[in-house]
């Protein structure tokens, strides 16, 4: 416990040495590559909904100096702070909206929430700036080149944000950066909205890329989504609140059937291939759960210390037991042929082996051979299709909200090559290659993990 400071001279002295430079992280503006673009001014001025000049007082509309600080707490580490530009409306825009023609795209796998940020796409640009010519691409990246696209207005997309999916449709690859440009002039469109996860937002920075170099007029946002939330920088990405919710029906549903059997184990396997954000917040919301495994922690099944003897001993205290593991989880444990090591999805992504299945598996057979002729159940859950095709819950669909009415204001504005996210709170516009830099694990140092240790009692699996 820290000590108080012996007088205020010295306390002073001490936090001024804790301040360190804030670096802008600029966001791409059109403006930066088309000379001469006009300015006009922001048709809100004139918005029923909003009487800009009774809030200009209040700072309606947002000025370079509007900055969210990505790091708020006091951090020791020598790595540079960061701020970027809050994401918002600005007095004055770059695109005439009797002008503007609009592609939306949703790309890779399904989440909640994908036909919300659609619609409201669809709302705002058409309420709140007049916005009339508005197509969907279907079927992911490459609907831009094999298919014609979809007009969508308000009364079309009136009800989609109560609809799991996307009815846009979606794929995965189908990326071809020279076709997608080339329909994207083709077309005549000239604001490109790209919903998609790390992967996508990979191959919107390359878009933007393209575009650029091209010189064409055409703003780039990218919205990121990913049930898994994997996506950096940002707090969280949408549809995340919704999947640890779902998921609870499905601890609940182990729970009971471990509980209700003699030596049960309810066995969940739940969505996260590179990080176990899901896992972790559904165990932490449940409590029923007595081991939780994700991709950041390594385990190991045999020996003192590892998976079995903890399951042995959980089983002989209570009865039962409930194992929640994220996909990702043991992928290094998993025996593989040689042609499952090379294995890919269309996405490029290495194919993962089910380590629900593997589990179950090496479980019945832990138990035939350790404890014959004794009782011994394993029950295995994976709702991973039922909680990425349900629709958003209203956290999420407030989310949704509020992530596409800020994409709009930023496009408006000229900005390009960016993406829109809450950090800290506060929604900013980050650039894509930022975003498509990062990524994020979770971190096993971190309070949170020791919060799951401590609800679960599950040793730290290091071998010693």
Not at 295 to 320: C, T, V
């Amino acid at each position: 416990m820290a000590e108080c400071s012996n007088s205020e001279s010295e306390s002073e002295s001490d936090i001024s040495k804790l301040f360190k430079p804030i670096y802008l992280k600029e966001v791409p503006c059109l403006s930066h590559y088309i000379p001469n673009l006009q300015t006009r001014p922001n048709p809100l001025d004139h918005n029923p909904y909003f009487h800009t000049s009774q809030l200009q007082q209040h700072g309606f509309y947002l000025t370079q100096s509007d900055l969210v600080l990505r790091q708020i707490e006091n951090d020791p580490s020598p790595l540079p702070r960061f701020a970027y530009h809050r994401a918002g409306p600005r007095k004055n825009i770059r695109f005439d909206p009797s002008h503007v023609r609009v592609a939306i795209v949703t790309c890779g796998g399904l989440c909640p929430g994908l036909n919300t940020v659609v619609r409201e796409l669809v709302m705002g640009l058409w309420h709140l700036y007049g916005v009339r010519h508005i197509l969907g691409i279907t079927a992911g990246y490459r609907g831009f080149y094999s298919s014609e696209p979809l007009p969508l207005n308000p009364k079309l997309v009136h009800h989609w944000h109560n609809v799991g999916g996307t009815l846009l449709q979606t794929s995965r690859g189908g990326f071809d950066l020279n076709a997608i440009v080339d329909a994207i002039q083709t077309h005549a469109f000239n604001q490109v909205y790209i919903i998609g996860g790390d992967g996508t937002m990979r191959g919107a920075l390359k878009i933007f890329d393209e575009i650029r170099r091209r010189k064409l007029e055409v703003a780039v946002v990218g919205i990121p989504k990913t049930v898994d939330n994997d996506v950096g920088i940002i707090d969280k990405s949408f549809g995340f609140q919704t999947a640890v919710e779902m998921a609870q029906q499905a601890i609940s549903a182990a729970h009971v059937e471990a509980e209700s059997a003699v030596n049960g184990i309810g066995l969940v396997k739940l969505m996260g291939r590179s990080t176990g954000h899901i896992a972790l917040h559904a165990t932490l919301s449940s409590r029923d759960v007595d081991c939780c495994l994700i991709p950041e922690i390594d385990f190991y099944l045999e020996g003192k210390g590892g998976l079995f003897e903890f399951l042995g001993q959980r089983l002989k205290e209570n009865g039962h037991a409930v194992l929640v593991v994220a996909e990702g989880a043991g992928q290094d444990i998993i025996p593989r042929t040689d042609s499952q090591k090379e294995e890919r999805d269309e996405s490029g992504n290495l194919v993962f082996l089910d380590v629900g299945v593997w589990l179950k598996s090496e479980l019945k057979n832990w138990w035939a051979r350790d404890h014959p002729h004794e009782l011994f159940t394993v029950k295995y859950i994976d709702p991973t299709y039922m909680i990425r095709a349900v629709h958003a819950n209203a956290i999420d669909n407030l989310y949704c909200t509020l992530l596409a009415h800020s994409s709009i204001h930023g496009v408006m504005a000229g900005y390009t090559g960016f993406v829109t996210g809450p950090i800290n709170g506060n929604y900013a516009y980050i650039p894509l290659e930022d975003v498509a830099q990062a990524n994020n694990p979770v971190d096993t140092k971190d309070h949170k993990w020791s919060w799951v240790r401590s609800v679960t009692n599950q040793p730290d699996f290091v071998r010693r």
